[in-house]
């Protein structure tokens, strides 16, 4: 590389950080250098071949109002569509699509290089170069040297990885990719606090191997809604099927019988894995009680021949995996493609940031993605996409672009991670967001299109799209208001038919839709008729009329919550003063530094107790100030 | 007390730790950094070691003429050991008033200051000796007037109710784990707990905080002791057997109906309960007396506020019961004694508003006393089981009844259908309730009015 190449952000890493934080940074004007070792690798998806689900959909379509491309891929490569707790409150259904693993990567590669301000620079990244405090390039494994204002690691499980089919690890971040050295030793010299995480993947198997026909297929479902509000609203591949079975007796014994083979029972393994994503050894042993466990078999695209095996991630031998493989129905005769493996890797301990993704320590050094102790795509996505804007907001001398927990899941995560930090590879969760209500998948350009416009991420253009929703929206609120349904003998049986109950006296539509038991298609049976309205809006609707009480009282506790959100803890606090405070919570405080009494009691570890002793000291000192200002004026 | 104050934990504090007057020892606590060197100098310690939690004998000095005033115990705390958690000094004066203020003046005069209300137990928490919960309950011990509510106080103390409710935290933390894996892990096709299962749960945690709530209703009894009403018609009797029951002439007796005008009252221990008696004016409807109207007036305005109304009635007149009817709207059990049973039980049906009737013969004699007394024990003593009788302070009582509230809510909502994600809100406010009570949920509210309530020395 040429040692003067200059750019304004650097990225290194070409996964799903990677991509959104140099996406961002270029939607922003800014040249940007992505920096990665096989450039045919970028976008690839190393683990199950699906994008969204529960509370990961959510931040499919947040990282998609900000102007990501996540989810702009996702709908072009889908090839199963499913509304995750269909059946269940609207707040919590997720959208999740099974993607054509290589036309995904490929997508993602041809995004980059159309963007205007992107430069693709094949290499590995040994070491960050600083000027004093201040990160200013990268060294490549050569020596040579790329310069910039700013830089992100996105460097996934990368960094000394150590890759586990059986008690022999080899090192490598990905099956035929070779780990990521000196980087991590570097942090860990500069004083970062960095650990060991472990994952692991299960095993590819040969579509032409598998005994189809006996097992149980499952369908996509039929409506599609597309992530992106850029996207057409039709799938555009050919969908597939997915397929059930389930691990046996026999199987579990092998592995039992085995587990002196597995890294991770014989303690090679130190990292955490996943609490949320098990082993199959893991849940063979405990769950002993149970004698099955459900697997899906995936196919990883439309050309390919290559079947993901949903729920038995493992690293035993590989002869050992034949083995136990082949006890599971349809799987008789398997021929495996790849084995599964455990991945070892190098974290950074997330506490070490800031909301804004920078290093406490190194200014413009921004880490995002799994380097962070997170796991999942969509995790990653989303920190990239915030640290590629606070790159460019912190070359601009701008203060950090910060999302509050009531605003998007986005920000759930990264206050978590910077207030709380991890044990285990961390996964998003609907029920880590307490503003779960506000924070649903139909309201997300209502919720960030604003921010995102004036942030200049998207078009203003996009402005007239959040205007015509909301006002299709408030026409139909509207009309739902004043349209009735009187009590005639056809509308009464029909209510009681739904497993509702008759109605008294005449009574608004919206008074219906308000019942529990009566959606929105139930309307059109009762006689509605007000024109045809596009499904996203009748959603976002019904939501509205039947949980509008629930929002506002939990409109009511953000309120309350608002109180702790304000009262700011003074940056150089010395938390050894505070009494009352545990040693360990002195020291958790100390570290977190947190910037409101709010984000303290979100730190685990630290006490209601200790919140209180905080709010006493806060107290204390601001009648100390006063008491000290009285004394002068005498 | 004034936050200000409160907050100075540096300061040496003291203060008369028994109640104030005379007695055989008093007992002084001194606490915060410098007590043991404040010690020191009050009893002219000299060069000797000083062992903590050991008990010497010595004499307490005036500093200002140099001679000793009193001869005492004193034993030394340190930090990790005291009460308050901070290094403390406890003196065992002579309980003479003139004494404790000379010690006091002493320490004062050297630096230490008179602790505010509270402020001792306020330190124990800050440093951590102290959950809110048992802070609570030293507030009870201190405050109780009779042995079986000092009883509950320690109780409370040793934490009995916080592990109960600690339980119940973790029961709905259960549910809430459950409801939150069926929506969050949905793909996963996790076996989770049924609706039936969950609606068992919550209902099984709404029961125990009912028995609970009940505990409280008999917690706050034995705070504040039990209020009975004697009432009847004119010269029924009410004031013999008021008398009777006190072992005190405290009411006139006469033949003379519409005798007692006022309310007279007066009270009794029973198994280290307080009983509060009240005698009233009788009732009667065409009373041409202004005063005595003016006593029937106050007589049901008693009504309302007590425990317990005895309705004293002497079948061998004639009985209006329809003057009494009121008493079928109260909320308060009403018991109906039947007098002059040696005259011969006549047939007299009971009144529907009385909870039991029963014949006394002589509303002067023991066995009147005993009768009253045994059915007071029974109503208020032993229908509740003693490690249910928890205290509860007002604000608890109020949360818990939310907490319970909110279950019932969610169960409600689970029959309608509601989605898991509005339930599990419900079932979150239940248990944030409950975490509050128990000093996990973070409110500065809380802490202001435990701390404003305490009183002296402890």
Avoid at chain 1, 55 to 61: D, E, I, L, N, S
Avoid at chain 1, 96 to 125: C, H, S
Avoid at chain 1, 552 to 557: A, G, I, K, M, P
Avoid at chain 2, 176 to 197: G, K, V, Y
């Amino acid at each position: 590389m040429m040692g003067q190449d200059h750019f304004d952000i650097i990225v290194v890493g070409g996964g799903h950080a990677g991509i959104e934080a140099v996406a961002a940074a270029d939607r922003l004007g800014k040249r940007v250098a992505l920096v990665t070792p096989d450039i045919s690798r970028i976008g690839v998806m190393s683990c199950n071949p699906a994008i969204g689900g529960l509370a990961k959909g959510h931040m499919v379509r947040e990282i998609d109002v900000l102007g990501g491309v996540m989810g702009l891929a996702a709908d072009a490569c889908c090839i199963q569509f499913k509304r995750l707790n269909a059946s269940k409150g609207p707040a919590v259904r997720g959208t999740r699509m099974q993607e054509d693993k290589d036309l995904y990567a490929r997508f993602m590669l041809n995004y980059l290089r159309a963007l205007p301000n992107v430069t693709l620079i094949q290499g590995e990244v040994k070491a960050v170069i600083l000027e004093g405090t201040r990160c200013v390039g990268v060294v490549l494994h050569d020596g040579a040297q790329i310069r910039s204002r700013a830089v992100v690691l996105t460097t996934g499980t990368f960094m000394n990885a150590i890759m586990y089919t059986g008690l022999k690890g080899e090192e490598g971040g990905r099956a035929g990719e070779k780990a990521t050295k000196g980087l991590s030793d570097q942090l860990r010299s500069l004083g970062f606090d960095v650990r060991r995480l472990k994952t692991g993947t299960p095993a590819r198997l040969d579509r032409n191997s598998i005994r189809w026909e006996i097992l149980e297929p499952q369908k996509g479902d039929d409506r599609f809604y597309p992530f992106s509000f850029r996207s057409p609203k039709q799938v555009q591949l050919p969908q597939v099927l997915c397929y059930i079975s389930r691990t046996t007796p026999e199987t579990h014994d092998i592995i039992r019988k085995n587990l002196h083979l597995s890294p991770m029972f014989q303690g090679i393994i130190e990292g955490v894995g996943p609490r949320y994503c098990p082993s199959i050894e893991d849940k063979v042993t405990r769950f002993s009680d149970r004698d099955s466990h459900l697997t899906f078999l995936e196919p990883e695209g439309l050309n390919t021949n290559s079947i993901y095996l949903q729920g038995i991630s493992t690293s035993l031998p590989a002869e050992i995996q034949d083995q136990f493989l082949r006890t599971i129905p349809g799987l008789e005769n398997v021929n495996v493609l790849r084995y599964g493996y455990a991945v070892e890797y190098d974290f950074i301990v997330p506490t070490q940031i800031f909301h804004s993704l920078e290093t406490r320590y190194i200014k413009n050094l921004f880490l995002a993605g799994q380097i962070n102790g997170t796991s999942g795509y969509e995790e990653a996505a989303a920190q990239g996409i915030l640290a590629g804007i606070n790159a460019v907001r912190a070359i601009e001398n701008k203060p950090p672009f910060i999302l509050t927990r009531d605003q998007a899941y986005m920000a759930v995560l990264v206050d978590d991670l910077v207030t709380k930090g991890t044990n285990e590879p961390y996964r998003m969760l609907t029920s880590r967001a307490e503003h779960r209500l506000v924070l649903r998948e139909d309201n997300t350009l209502d919720r960030l299109g604003e921010i995102s416009i004036k942030e200049g991420l998207v078009s203003a253009d996009l402005m007239e799209l959040i205007l015509s929703h909301r006002q299709k929206r408030e026409r139909l609120l509207m009309e739902l208001g004043t349209h009735k349904l009187t009590p005639k003998q056809w509308v009464q049986e029909m209510l009681v038919a739904k497993g509702s109950t008759p109605l008294l006296k005449a009574v608004t539509y919206e008074e219906i839709l308000r019942r529990p038991e009566i959606s929105w298609q139930d309307l059109y049976d009762l006689g509605w008729n007000e024109g045809l309205y596009e499904p996203d809006i009748a959603e976002a609707v019904e939501i509205e009329v039947k949980y509008s009480g629930y929002i506002r009282r939990q409109n009511e506790l953000i309120a309350q919550m608002k109180r702790y959100e304000e009262m700011l803890l003074p940056e150089n606090l010395d938390y050894s003063l505070v009494r009352g405070l545990s040693k360990e919570e002195v020291e958790k405080l100390s570290t977190v530094r947190p910037r409101t009494l709010a984000q303290a009691s979100r730190i685990s570890g630290v006490n209601p107790s200790a919140i209180q002793c905080l709010m006493v000291y806060l107290k204390m000192l601001g009648k100390r100030n006063y008491e000290g200002s009285r004394e002068q004026c005498i | 007390m004034s936050q200000i104050t409160k907050l100075r934990e540096h300061d040496v504090i003291c203060a008369l730790s028994t109640p104030a007057g005379v007695s055989g020892i008093a007992v002084v606590r001194v606490s915060g950094p410098g007590s043991w060197e404040l010690a020191r100098t009050i009893t002219k310690w000299g060069e000797q070691e000083i062992v903590p939690r050991q008990t010497y004998l010595r004499w307490f000095y005036d500093l200002e003429d140099g001679e000793p005033f009193d001869q005492g115990l004193i034993v030394f705390y340190q930090d990790k050991s005291s009460y308050t958690g901070q290094e403390s000094v406890e003196f065992f004066p002579h309980g003479s008033p003139v004494i404790v203020e000379r010690l006091l003046f002493q320490l004062c005069q050297k630096g230490a200051r008179i602790a505010e209300p509270g402020e001792f137990t306020f330190r124990a928490f800050l440093n951590g000796r102290l959950d809110l919960v048992q802070a609570e309950g030293v507030l009870h011990v201190i405050e109780s007037q009779s042995v079986e509510q000092a009883k509950q106080g320690l109780r409370h103390l040793r934490g009995v109710y916080s592990q109960k409710l600690s339980m119940l935290e973790q029961q709905l933390v259960r549910v809430l784990a459950h409801m939150e894996a069926d929506i969050d892990f949905a793909l996963e096709n996790l076996t989770t707990a049924s609706q039936e299962q969950l609606r068992e749960w919550m209902t099984s945690v709404a029961v125990q905080l009912d028995e609970m709530l009940q505990g409280a209703q008999k917690g706050r009894i034995l705070k504040e002791g039990v209020h009975v009403l004697l009432m009847g018609p004119p010269n029924s009797g009410n004031s013999t057997l008021l008398n009777n029951i006190l072992g005190e002439e405290k009411a006139i007796v006469s033949p003379i109906a519409g005798t007692t005008r006022d309310v007279i009252e007066g009270s009794i221990l029973i198994e280290g309960v307080r009983f509060y008696f009240y005698d009233t004016a009788g009732i009667r409807q065409n009373s041409s007396d202004e005063i005595e109207g003016v006593g029937i007036k106050k007589a049901l305005d008693l009504t309302r506020r007590v425990d317990l109304i005895f309705l004293i009635l002497n079948p061998h007149v004639d009985i209006h019961f329809s003057e009494f009817h009121f008493l079928t709207d109260l909320n308060v059990p009403v018991i109906t004694l039947f007098t002059h049973r040696d005259l011969g039980e006549r047939r007299v049906s009971t009144p529907e508003y009385s909870l039991s009737t029963h014949w006394i013969s002589n509303l002067k004699s023991d066995e009147a006393k005993a009768l009253v007394v045994g059915l007071l024990k029974e109503q208020f003593l032993t229908r509740c089981p003693r490690d249910l009788s928890l205290m509860v302070h007002v604000h608890q009582e109020a949360a818990l009844q939310k907490a319970r509230e909110h279950l019932k809510v969610a169960v409600g909502l689970m029959d309608q259908h509601v989605g898991t994600e509005i339930i599990s809100l419900e079932v979150r406010e239940a248990l944030y309730c409950i975490q509050k009570v128990l000093g996990k949920h973070f409110d500065d509210d809380i802490l202001d009015q435990i701390f404003s309530e305490f009183c002296i020395g402890k």
